[in-house]
């Protein structure tokens, strides 16, 4: 498993697109990811489970990713998270 | 007579046609065959996201409207299995029909979403609602294909509906229905933004409307009073078909000649701006065919989120402004914190006079790491287009040239790193306070514009606190004292060869625009929405006209004499 601490930079947090978009990454992936902030957890292969963990611009949040393709998750889901899309 | 939140767009008037939302009578049955009903669902499911995809593909080719957004969110809620497993899980371990299922799961997840401490989110439950009360259409092969009728405008309708959707809004199409009536909702939601962006006439947040209505019923909805009439007598049916018929009339001459210059009778030539709050109002302006924006509050990146916004993040929002109004000018104001707009990010000490304390260029002037900040991003800004610098509340010289020297820190910063910016960007400051009234021909030295923020001058000139009930009287446009001091500080301006805007609530009113002509007020920016009208106004002007108009009223001894002076000058205009 892989542990990895990010500041989110996609302009309007993750709400609608950016969510959508986490989803989409995450589903191409075999490995468990989810995403973390203030001790709220949501399962990144779900736009709702992302949307409920409330997550604004410049926040911090805790991606973990476990499975066979590890290392690839955590590099996509950071490189979404730290990109600047709204 | 109901009433509610209007969009101030007209009027809707037609018989009304209830939407069935997420409150239709769904019975909960107990099915002998899951897998049947399993197969009903994915039908649903797949014609639903046929439906979306379709929706999406027509958004794409259209702009503005963030329908695109949206739509792209609804097709990840149906890829969601949080959304689509749990009602298929339902389905067939409580053996329950798909339409209690759809209607369960989407009310669960659509309730857990407004739960969250946040506006944007808040929002999605009703794309969630949206979506499965579309979905149920589909299960119940009633899919709500509206018959457009264009050509007979007395068969359009009032949609009358629980909540406004997003969605739901934006497949409508302008012409197409004749209002928006809902029971929920706030009017500065993005489903009522989105009214407003489509010119729907709608009123939101009407109590009892959905047991008070059916369809067929007879509705006259008047946006700007929020009210909603059911079946009213004939007194008010003819009261407000003629109102609607005089708006309707207007508008299309203000509108069929929108994109011309206002330009009075005898050859004066008045810019016409828009005010806006947030860069997607740009879009709104650009539209009203606005020949820039006169004001562009940046407050809305302080009081939107709880942390202060980066230089990045307001740079883009300057930028994207800036890049949508190509060489049109868009001044943007500095911060304007503090009294009656606080900022979550930067908690401030209570004050008892908020309107006379720490607020605007004087909050500026004490956080030099904001203001550089703001400076630096409204500077990378000025190399995408045409952008202005304007600094709030200027009371003294020495507040000027304070923030003109950090002004130009910033440049040399910006300089220093090789980042792009006008060199020669225009600097100008608001006139709200009576003491730069009475030394406008100095300051006419110092800056390249004046821009008059009527509705602080009114309360500075007037000793009126602009938001207290109990001195609501007191406060007018029309006081001698207010309009001698706009003439002061335009013909100031002029003196020194600079140009004078107006963008206070006064600018857009049509009385007072004779007497803007009449004393040389060079730009007026208002509402997007407004910026028609005014143009079509300063065309019916004549210059000489305005100018004795403007002498005669600055004469009167009182705002009352004013506003009488200034009615019977319109009547006049109109007899003519």
Known sequence: MQNNTVVVKCKCGLHARPAAS???????????IRIEKDGKSGNAKSIIDILSVNVNCMDQVEVSCDGADEAEAMQAICAILESEID | ???????????????????????????????????????RFDAAYEATKITVQALLDREVEDTG????????????????PGF???????????????????????????????????????????????????????????????????????????????????????????????????????????????????????????????????????????????????????QTQTRITCAAECYETEQCACDAEKAEDAITADGTRVIIEANIGTPAEATLADEACAEGIGLFRSEFLFMENRTLPDEEKQFLAYREAAEKMGTREVVIRTMDIGGDKPAPGLPLPAEQNPFLGLRAIRLSLQRKDLFMTQLRAILRASAFGNVAIMFPMISSMEELRDAKAVLEEAKASLAAEEIAFCASVKVGMMVEIPATVTMSDLFAHEVDFFSIGTNDLIQYTLAADRINQAVAPLYTAYHPAVLRQIALV???????????????????????????????????????????????????????????LAQSVMMLSTATEVKQALLAYQESCKES
């Open chain 2, 1 to 39: 007579m109901l009433s509610g939140t209007g969009n101030c767009i007209g009027y809707g008037i037609g018989k009304a046609k209830v939407q069935a939302g997420q409150n239709r009578n769904i019975q909960k049955t107990v099915v002998e065959y899951p897998e049947a009903e399993l197969a």
């Open chain 2, 490 to 548: 335009a013909k100031n301006g002029h003196l020194s060869g600079i140009e004078t805007a107006i963008c206070g609530e006064a600018a857009s009113d049509p009385l007072l625009l004779p007497f803007f002509v009449g004393v040389g007020i060079d730009r007026l920016s208002m509402s997007p929405n407004l910026v028609p009208t005014a143009k079509r106004g300063v065309r019916r002007c004549r210059d000489y006209a305005c100018k004795q």
């Open chain 2, 65 to 80: 409207t963030d329908g695109e957004k949206i739509f792209e969110t609804h097709l990840a809620f149906l890829d969601d």
């Open chain 2, 84 to 234: 689509v497993d749990a009602i298929r899980d339902m389905i067939s371990e409580d053996a329950v029909n798909a339409e209690w299922a759809v209607r369960e799961v989407g009310e669960r997840l659509a309730l857990m979403l407004s739960q969250i401490d946040s506006e944007i989110i808040k929002e999605r439950s009703a794309d969630i609602r949206d979506l499965y009360i579309t979905l149920l259409d589909h299960l119940d092969g009633n899919v709500a294909v509206d018959e457009p009728e264009k050509d007979d405008k007395s068969g359009r309708k009032v949609l009358v509906v629980e909540e406004l959707i997003p969605s739901y809004v934006i497949r409508l199409n302008k012409g197409e229905v004749a209002g928006l009536v809902a029971e929920k909702g706030n009017i500065t939601s993005h489903a009522a933004i989105l009214a407003k962006l489509k010119c729907i006439p709608a009123i939101v947040g009407v109590c009892g409307l959905m047991d008070a209505v059916k369809t067929g019923d007879l509705i006259l909805a008047d946006t700007f009073s929020g009210e909603v009439y059911i079946n009213p007598d004939e």
């Open chain 1, 22 to 32: 986490v989803m989409k990454t995450a589903k191409t992936f075999q490995s468990k």
